[in-house]
């Protein structure tokens, strides 16, 4: 199974996608290139480190030319895709895996190397005897070519196959990580200005008390303290607003960051989202689990790991066997002043046959199959914590879409107990202990239902990543 990151309408995430999910290089571009089946043009826009930061400016100023206009979820998503540093490095590991394949592959071919030597000398053939003066150039080419290694080479390339698959399914991990980030931060500062407005309604709510206790004092008919905690109560809504201001400004800037953009840059966003939209959500417990088996990048990108180590399992037991090599040279040598040139080879096999080393054979095999055990015993761990990430959240969910319900009758009976508390106040049939208590009851239910929708969004979008479904 490939991996598959379908993200949005953006044409550019899904030439990202495209890319983190190939490996083979093409074979016009020498230097790595781009993954085979992906044409020219999305070369041209992501093939080279230049034009990705290229990309990632004109991304900034379209945000900045189009700043007045509200940026959708999907908007941002797609930032962060274009600008987030942590796609920038998934894409940078998948080339690096790519290298390393290509690496592991040049066994594949002969190595060739070639010599050249220039020489000036002085030869005495016997004592006080005559000496020759020589001058002689030449040149000397040698061949090594592996024919066979009793699965060796096999084992090592496969070993880094595997790892590539691994670096893919991470890369799409990381843009499944962006994408929760952002929701969950846009999510948090949509709260965060939620409770703003709140917090100035129930100061607005404590200035008609000071209002109305106020009127009735100057007539006569309460006392000083109904007028005193009254102020304090305003005083207290001051407090509560400034520092909810900050927290708005906090988000924000967490919100920016996640987006990749400098956190000075005014953006505007849409402040009603509607949650996603998919029947995933109705299903039950064990078949979510089954779902983020099939789906969770990080999950799957684990099980390439174990079959990676498993492969370098089989290279460090075939290490120890024969190997028979092809082997062979050529050279020409000329001497200077006609005095003579010829040429030779020679050419055959050679058969290499370990004998000792000091058991680092041995050993070498003993650490890949600890390394095999350790990544299998993380995977299995990393299955336990996904099930119950996926139990969690689908909880959450179902407990969130009924508090959602309950918070707007809350929301509701809260208002008009304050409403006729306020009226009965007014008449004298309250006291202001009444009063105070009954608008508190309105400021709870305000942040109740607030946190509710919020709780809602993030668990919807925290279900839909525990199954690795956020980007579908």
Do not use: C, W
């Given at each position: 199974m490939e991996p598959v990151a379908k993200l949005h309408d953006s044409e550019k995430s899904r030439l990202f996608d495209s890319i983190a999910r190939t490996g083979e290089a093409c074979p016009e571009h020498t230097d790595g290139g781009l993954p085979r089946g992906v044409g020219e043009e999305v070369w041209s826009q992501w093939g080279q480190k230049e034009r990705f930061c290229a990309s990632k400016s004109l991304a900034i100023g379209s945000i900045v030319s189009g700043a007045q206009s509200s940026l959708s979820l999907a908007e941002l998503i797609d930032t962060a895709l274009k600008n987030n540093p942590e796609t920038e490095k998934a894409w940078a590991n998948v080339k690096r895996a790519q290298a390393a394949l290509g690496v592991a592959k040049s066994s594949n071919y002969p190595s060739v190397d070639a010599t050249g030597t220039s020489m000036h000398g002085r030869e005495v053939k016997f004592p006080n005897g005559p000496n020759t003066i020589y001058t002689n150039y030449g040149g000397e080419l040698s061949l090594s070519y592996l024919l066979l290694d009793c699965g060796e080479r096999n084992a090592a390339i496969e070993a880094m196959k595997e790892a590539l698959k691994a670096a893919r399914w991470e890369s799409d991990f990381a843009i499944q990580r962006v994408i929760y980030k952002v929701c969950a931060h846009y999510y948090e500062y949509l709260h965060a200005d939620e409770l703003l407005k709140m917090k100035e309604s129930t100061l607005i709510d404590f200035k008609t008390m000071f209002e109305a206790a106020d009127e009735l004092y100057k007539a006569g008919l309460r006392c000083m303290t109904d007028l005193n905690m009254s102020k304090?109560?305003?005083?207290?809504?001051?407090?509560?607003?400034?520092?909810?201001?900050?927290?708005?400004?906090?988000?924000?800037?967490?919100?920016?960051?996640?987006?990749?953009?400098?956190?000075?840059?005014?953006?505007?966003?849409?402040?009603?989202?509607?949650?996603?939209?998919?029947?995933?959500?109705?299903e039950g417990t064990s078949k979510l689990i089954a779902?983020?088996?099939?789906?969770?990048?990080?999950?799957?990108?684990?099980?390439?790991?174990?079959?990676?180590?498993?492969?370098?399992?089989?290279?460090?037991?075939?290490?120890?066997?024969?190997k028979l090599r092809a082997v062979g040279q050529g050279g020409w040598l000329e001497y200077t002043k006609h005095q003579g040139s010829g040429y030779n080879y020679n050419v055959g096999l050679a058969l290499d046959i370990p004998i000792f080393k000091g058991f680092e054979y041995s050993y070498n095999k003993r650490?890949?199959?600890?390394?095999?055990?350790?990544?299998?015993?993380?995977?299995?761990?990393?299955?336990?914590?996904?099930?119950?990430?996926?139990?969690?959240?689908?909880?959450?969910?179902?407990?969130?879409?009924e508090s959602l319900k309950w918070s707007s009758e809350y929301m509701s009976e809260a208002c008009k107990s304050f409403d006729g508390t306020l009226e009965s106040y007014k008449a004298g049939l309250q006291n202001v202990f009444d009063l105070i208590q009954s608008q508190r009851s309105l400021a709870d239910a305000r942040?109740?239902?607030?946190?509710?929708?919020t709780q809602w969004l993030v668990s919807l979008a925290e279900l839909a990543f525990a199954t690795g479904s956020i980007t579908k």
């Open positions: 304090a109560e305003v005083a207290q809504a001051h407090m509560d607003v400034a520092q909810e201001k900050a927290r708005v400004a906090i988000a924000y800037g967490k919100l920016l960051t996640s987006l990749g953009l400098p956190i000075e840059m005014v953006i505007h966003v849409q402040t009603n989202p509607d949650g996603m939209k998919t029947s995933l959500f109705s779902m983020a088996e099939g789906q969770r990048a990080d999950l799957l990108a684990k099980k390439a790991a174990l079959s990676e180590m498993k492969q370098r399992v089989k290279r460090a037991s075939r290490a120890p066997l024969p650490l890949a199959l600890a390394n095999q055990e350790i990544t299998a015993a993380e995977l299995r761990d990393l299955r336990e914590a996904i099930a119950q990430e996926v139990l969690t959240y689908s909880e959450l969910v179902k407990a969130a879409e942040i109740k239902k607030a946190q509710a929708r």
